[in-house]
Structure formats: C-alpha cells, structure tokens
C-alpha cells in the first residue's frame, strides 16, 4: 500500500470509497460514535449509512452488526477510536464471509507511512489524519489503498483555491501564536462540550497536500512522538488521581501505537466543567468527542455515553499543576 496525500482525512476517505466503486444508494456501516464531517462526506456521494452501536469499551457491538447487516451493505467502516486498535481481525472474518469491504479509520492515530504493521494489513483501504498527531502541521490526510483505480485528477488545483487555501494555512498558522490564542480565549466564551453539534463543518478544501507538510509527514518519528505521550500521559494520570479520576484505558511502553488522547470517565457534569473551564483559561485543550450528525438526537445512548468521557491532550507539555 503506497500513501496517498490529501488536506484532510475525509478528503481521503472519499477518494477510497471511489475506488471501491461504492455508488449512490449503497449501504455502508459505521458505528453511532461518529463525527458529522465522516457523515456529510458519505452523504454527498449518496451512500447511505447504517449505524451499529458499540459498548462502553469502545468496541463494537456485534450482535447489532449482524442484526442490521442486509445485502444493500457494501462496506463497515471500523474506527481505532484515539488511536487504539480495535479487534480488527473479527471484522476481517466478517468482511469476508459476507463479501463486503473493510474500510480502517485510524484517523485518530497515526503510526507513520512505513510500515504499517497491523493497521492496513487488513483492510481494502485506510485513511489517517496525521495533523492530529503532528504538531508542526495544520493539514494532512493520508490514504492507502490496496488496488488504486485511476480516479479524476487528484493534483488539480485552481488559481483561486490555491489562494483560498494559502489563507486557511495563514489563518492557523496565527491562531496558534500563544498570545493570540490567549487572547482569543479571554475575549470569548469556549464551546460548549455538552452540545451535540458543537462544531461547524468548514468549507471543503479537497486540494492537493504542500511538499512542505507531506515532508513533515513523510518524516514523522513514531518512536519519539510515542515517548512523548506516554510521559504525557502518565503525568496527566498523576495529576486527575488526586480526583480518583481513571483512564478508560492504559497506555505504556508496550503499546505500538499513537494514543490522541487521555480519555477520562467523568459522570460528574459540574466537574467535566470545571475542567473544560480550567483548560479554556489555561490553553489547555480539553474538550469533548466532536460533533454528531445533525439527525442524531440528545436521548441517542451513544451521544450521553460520549458526554460522560472528557479528553485531555497529548500533544500538548503542560507543568503537574493545581487543576482546580
């Protein structure tokens, strides 16, 4: 599987599912712990999405895979949620048996080009968003593909998208100044982490990835950025036991992969806000899962189950302090 680059992780999946040959009206699976900008993709090829839940492990809940599964199904689509694996080889035997392919979200974990290891040995295609792992770069999306189909022209670029992305990259690149996102900060209000539709969905920009960030990725040091979080990791665990505050799963030397986050169970609405208060303050970001599709509702059980886990980040040193 050679990469393909992309500006985002979502431009990739479309590209792959072209490949696939999924066409208007096909059927797709994908578990209910989903962010709106995977769904909005899938929708305007017309592929419509069959939602399967999962527990409260993070894994899926197959007996509703086989309860909702119909021949309309071409694909699943299996997410490693913040970077850990799922059981990949229970949905490969699925995928098999009944003939339908297997689509790797890994876009929350990024385990570098080569080689891939378990992640891709699987699947017909995956799609990685290494800008969530790589601090120094503000895009990237990366695609492989076990049988590239020639597709359209995926290095065209006109002269006014080139410009409109030389501004988002601009844009970024500023918001990330320490002062300006103080500033920022102090000026307005943070998100509100128990909405269900928290973000808004930018303008596509399906543009042809800068040298510049596919060299950033292309030399990505798994092992330095795994040692990384780790003590990251370690050191916000130290820090939220003084809350009796636990990690929904560990992470440690042993684990060949790149966890995005430190997930946390917090039932406690007043503390999750205290927290995300503390972070918005602080610069710190401390957020909830993202957005959900616009049709789910808040009495959705996976939506309330989201809600209940905070994320503290990774990719970010922070100083052992007084939290609250």
Not at 71 to 84: A, L, P, R, S, Y
């Amino acid at each position: 599987m050679k990469p393909i680059f992309f500006t985002k992780g979502r431009h990739a999946l479309v590209y792959g599912l072209k490949n696939l040959n999924l066409k208007k009206n096909d059927e797709l699976m994908l578990p209910t712990l989903i962010c709106d900008v995977v769904i909005e993709e899938i929708k305007i090829l017309g592929i419509k999405p069959v939602y399967y839940n999962i527990n409260n492990k993070f894994d899926a809940d197959w007996k509703d895979i086989k309860k909702k599964f119909s021949t309309k199904i071409k694909g699943i689509i299996m997410v490693h949620f913040f970077g850990k694996p799922q059981m990949i080889l229970k949905y490969r035997n699925f995928c098999k048996s009944n003939k339908i392919y297997l689509i790797e979200d890994n876009c929350h974990g990024f385990n570098g080009l080569k080689p891939l290891g378990k992640i891709g040995k699987y699947s017909d295609i995956v799609i990685t968003s290494p800008n969530k792992i790589i601090k120094e770069i503000d895009n990237g999306g990366v695609l492989f593909i076990k049988k590239e189909k020639k597709l359209e022209n995926r290095n065209y670029i006109s002269l006014s998208r080139y410009k409109k992305n030389i501004y988002h990259k601009f844009k970024d690149q500023v918001k990330k100044i320490k002062f300006i996102k103080k500033l920022y900060r102090y000026i307005f209000n943070r998100p509100d982490y128990e909405d269900i539709n928290i973000s808004k969905i930018k303008n596509k920009l399906d543009l042809r990835l800068d040298k510049y960030t596919e060299n950033n990725i292309k030399n990505f040091s798994f092992k330095k950025e795994k040692a990384l979080r780790i003590s990251r990791f370690n050191l916000w665990k130290n820090t939220l036991n003084k809350f009796n505050i636990k990690p929904y799963f560990e992470y440690n030397d042993s684990d060949n992969y790149i966890l995005w986050y430190f997930v946390a169970k917090i039932e406690n609405y007043h503390l999750r806000k205290k927290f995300y208060d503390w972070g918005w303050k602080n610069t710190i970001d401390i957020v909830s899962w993202p957005s959900f599709p616009k049709e789910f509702k808040k009495n959705n059980l996976t939506f309330k189950f989201s809600r209940r886990f905070v994320l503290f980040p990774l990719n970010q040193d922070f100083k052992d302090i007084d939290l609250l």
